[in-house]
């Protein structure tokens, strides 16, 4: 196994730690256990670094990435599934499957994470009211043991650990690979309709009428603007484009349907100040509204659809020295008034968020920790050095559990243990079946220490 100690930070740059980081093969990974236990101080899985806090961070102990070298990723069109490795990329997956005509089910904002996070993470995506998240469509996964046994996990075989394993931030055990379901496609495009919308009632109205009718929707809100145009909106649905649709909309195109290159424009630079003043923010906002006619309709590339965002290398570097908080939420449909009261905290407080993402959820995936319930979802980055940050967070957290709201795992960096009890009250049955597969607590995190999500005798 190769390591190396060396510190790591999850993608919002804040509170570092230093860890033994292991790149190890499936065939190594039962060594792990041994060094785990030798640490003193536990182990926990990493995959691209993309979850935004401390979830994947163990300091002082081990934290091991599963190498996917030698394991390859094998399609089965007969029955539409993939199997791969845990440290498979989506970026990985989806150069081998689009020139295939398959897609992955679920994809989250960038394609840089692997098929063991969006398992731990339960990933969601642009789809969650029509396909749920990225554990409804898995059909079996491989998981490494606390004892060192290796066990493959089934829904049918063994639904406690399956449940609590989904969602369950890799505390159960390190996923060693999964077999999960793709969905067919024709074209490498998407069929989008984008609509600008000048304040948030017409956004929800839309959003609530319209949204079942596309597989994928998304909206970009402005929370700079304030008054009658509080809201003001960008709303974006599409599907996948069929040979039809992608000859009459982009015949260019209709030669090479299923062509997938993605590429990136530039790195953002090591060490730039924060640029992402409000001043700013406000600037980039009043563009990005003016920039999109009123309704239109075209086709997309997968990238420029779902990953806008992986064209610009290191994008996090934006936010300057201090990092950035990215705090998402969810709460039920008929909490209209408190989606609405955090908007407006989030403009008057003057932490300006140039990245604020508004879905609406469907049904749960059952996982015991897993984010996603049927209701709004609202995603906004802070800068972390802003004054006043934390006692906001405590207000927009009070308001989220008051309204039966909770917080994703994957994206925090700043809640408390009350706030994560409250918000999923299934924990106790969760660390239950944990304590049955890991009774000496080998699997940890930062994450998990400050969230007091292990047993009292584990901390």
């Known amino acids: 196994m190769r390591s190396e100690q060396t ?53 002082g102990g081990l ?60 990933i969601h995506g642009k789809n969650h009211h029509v396909d749920g998240s990225f554990g409804t469509h898995v059909v079996e996964f491989g998981l490494l043991l606390a004892d060192g046994s290796h066990r493959t996990v089934t829904r049918e075989a063994d639904p406690d650990l399956w449940w609590a394993t989904i969602g369950g931030m890799g505390l159960t055990g390190l996923i060693t690979g999964a077999t999960f379901r793709v969905l067919p496609i024709e074209t490498s495009r998407c069929l989008i309709e984008t609509a600008r919308l000048p304040d948030l009632d017409q956004l929800l109205e839309r959003m609530e009428t319209g949204d079942d009718d596309h597989r994928y ?11 009658a145009h509080l809201g003001r909106s960008v709303l974006t649905r599409g599907d996948h484009a069929t040979a039809a649709e992608l000859a009459e909309h982009h015949p260019r195109s209709a030669g090479d349907p299923l062509a997938f ?14 640029v992402l003043s409000r001043p700013a923010v406000r600037a980039f906002n009043e563009f990005w509204y003016r920039k999109t006619p009123r309704r239109r309709l075209g086709v997309e590339t997968l990238t420029g659809f779902f990953h806008p965002l992986d064209m610009v290398g290191e994008w996090n570097r934006l936010y300057g020295r201090d990092g950035f908080l990215q705090y998402q939420f969810v709460v039920p449909f ?65 308001l989220v559990l008051g309204a039966g709201g909770r917080h994703y795992l994957a994206k925090d960096a700043a809640t408390t243990p009350a706030v994560i009890r409250a918000g999923y009250p299934r924990l106790a049955e969760w660390q239950a079946i944990r304590a049955r597969v890991d009774p000496d607590g080998l699997w940890v995190s930062d994450q998990a220490r400050r969230l007091d999500l292990l047993r009292p005798s584990e901390r």
């Open 261 to 274: 290159d993605p590429g990136s424009l530039a790195d953002v630079p090591a060490h730039v100040p924060n």
């Open 334 to 398: 008929e909490a209209v008034d408190t989606l609405r009261a955090i908007i407006v905290d989030v403009v008057e407080s003057g932490h300006a968020s140039f990245l604020a993402i508004l879905k609406r959820f469907g049904p749960s995936s059952g996982g015991l920790l897993s984010f996603p319930q049927p209701g709004w979802t609202l995603t906004l980055d802070l800068p972390a050095g802003a004054d006043g940050l934390g006692r906001q967070l405590a207000r927009l957290d009070d």
């Open 217 to 227: 929707s998304v909206a970009w809100i402005d929370l700079v603007t304030t008054g």
């Open 7 to 59: 510190e790591l930070s999850g993608w919002g740059r804040t509170a570092p730690t230093v860890a033994t980081l292991i790149d190890a093969s499936r065939a190594e990974l039962p060594d792990v256990v041994a060094a785990a236990r030798s640490s003193g101080r536990g182990a926990i899985a990493r995959g691209l670094g993309r979850a935004y806090g401390d979830p994947a961070q163990n300091a």
């Open 63 to 122: 934290v091991v990435r599963v190498d996917p070298a030698g394991d390859p990723i094998v399609l089965d069109a007969a029955a539409a599934t993939v199997t791969a490795s845990a440290g498979a990329s989506f970026d990985t997956l989806m150069r081998a499957l689009v020139p295939q005509g398959w897609f992955v089910p679920v994809t989250a904002g960038t394609r840089f994470v692997t098929v063991g996070g969006a398992i731990a993470s339960d």
